[in-house]
């Protein structure tokens, strides 16, 4: 996406709203399988729990892929550019120090989609952390460890 020619409208229409939950997608760069490697994948998820400790955003639920992302948050003020991009900048900062390599870690921009009031959220939270079982990445989510949300 980065150099695709529609990387520039993900953001054209955006509005963001403190008090609203929204749900954000996040692609590695080349959709790179990185957070197979679990010990990649927490530097991610030191990342998403410290947006939260900062009062950015509060994490209902996420799952991290070995290629993507999808975090439920509630947006606490300001928009939502600004929790991606530290997340995204920060864990790519971790992530090349840790593997000793340069570049990109993540496709420019991200999805999301604003939930409406009447949406049931923890639905939402079970079909976000249940996306290893449908990916057949193991049997239980229990087996799974780069998930989480409040609810359980």
């Excluded at 679990?38 to 991610?44: A, E």
């Excluded at 864990?91 to 991200?110: D, H, K, Y």
């Excluded at 639905?123 to 460890?145: C, E």
């Amino acid at each position: 996406m980065p150099n695709s020619p529609h990387a520039h409208s993900l953001r054209l229409g955006r509005v963001s709203e403190p008090g609203r939950v929204y749900l954000i997608t996040s692609t590695t760069e080349h959709r790179r399988p990185l957070f197979a490697d679990v010990q990649l994948g927490r530097l991610v998820v030191a990342q998403l729990r410290r947006a939260d400790q900062d009062g950015l955003v509060s994490s209902l639920a996420w799952v991290l892929m070995p290629d993507h992302l999808h975090w439920l948050v509630e947006l606490k003020h300001g928009s939502l550019d600004h929790p991606m991009k530290r997340v995204k900048a920060s864990s790519a900062v971790s992530i090349n120090r840790a593997t000793r390599r340069r570049g990109r870690v993540w496709q420019q921009g991200f999805h999301d989609r604003a939930m409406r009031y009447d949406d049931d959220l923890r639905k939402a939270a079970r079909y976000i952390i249940a996306n290893p079982l449908r990916a057949g990445l193991v049997k239980r989510i229990g087996d799974y460890s780069l998930w989480d949300a409040v609810w359980l």
